[in-house]
């Protein structure tokens, strides 16, 4: 079965500081992964994607995800975070031909927060 | 394009009433998903529609939970009787075919009292 996991359910870091927001896989067959991120009282907004090729993919607000088949992890990654930054951060995979192709299976979320 | 749309955004109501959320999903989108988020149980696909179909039902909670897409441009999803457990956070989402990138709605806050 397809699934998701995010370790964390809080991230700190100060602002200026690298940010890493982590997330493994599970799937049968190549994966598609996805981050999204959720501002107070919004809906969840595409960040980035990887479907295949370079194993770092770059996205929206300067962020960028490094995809490591051997470790199933897709981490969300920023070299220098900004408190503007703080939100709920969704990991998601496209569930396989079987389980739906078109659907998609969000982790259960992690909420970073930048400090000043 | 002004993104996907959703009705109302706050819903307060009384245990055992009906309730109708409402999306319009963003023109040219093949596929529309209602998902329900709750602090306890996280983001949930409850129902997603293609060529406004039903395909995948199967985490809509119970048969108090239904969904229709009558036409392209809009569907709707009905809790009757609502109960105080179903108080959450609903999303509508759509793409359009070959693409995985969903575009989420603003959400309808429920609270059932």
């Known amino acids: 079965a397809q699934s998701v996991a995010q370790p964390e359910d809080q991230v700190n870091v100060a602002e200026g500081n690298p940010l890493t927001v982590k997330c493994t896989y599970s799937?049968?067959?190549?994966?598609?992964l996805f981050w999204y991120v959720q501002y107070p009282n919004r809906g969840l907004q595409f960040l980035l994607k990887?479907?295949?090729?370079?194993?770092l993919v770059k996205g929206s607000y300067g962020f960028e995800a490094e995809f490591n088949k051997s470790q199933t992890s897709f981490h969300l990654k920023k070299p220098s975070a900004l408190v503007s930054d703080s939100a709920l951060y969704f990991c998601a995979v496209r569930a396989s031909r079987s389980g739906g192709y078109n659907k998609l299976i969000f982790g259960a979320g992690t909420r970073l927060a930048v400090h000043p | 394009d002004a993104g996907v749309i959703q009705s109302p955004r706050h819903e307060v109501t009384e245990m055992g009433q009906e309730v109708t959320l409402r999306c319009k999903p963003i023109s040219g989108h093949d596929y529309l998903f209602w998902y329900r988020q709750t602090m306890m149980r996280g983001l949930e696909l409850l129902i997603y529609?293609?060529?406004?179909?039903?395909?995948?039902d199967s985490g809509m909670p119970e048969d108090r939970f239904s969904a229709k897409m009558p036409n392209a441009s809009f569907s709707t999803l009905k809790i009757q009787p609502s109960e105080p457990r179903d108080s959450a956070v609903y999303f509508c989402?759509?793409?359009?075919?070959?693409?995985?990138?969903?575009?989420f709605g603003e959400g309808s806050r429920l609270t059932v009292l």
């Open positions: 989402a759509s793409k359009s075919e070959g693409s995985g990138e969903l575009f």
């Open positions: 799937v049968s067959g190549n994966p598609y």
């Open positions: 990887y479907i295949t090729g370079d194993n």
């Open positions: 529609f293609n060529n406004n179909v039903p395909i995948d």
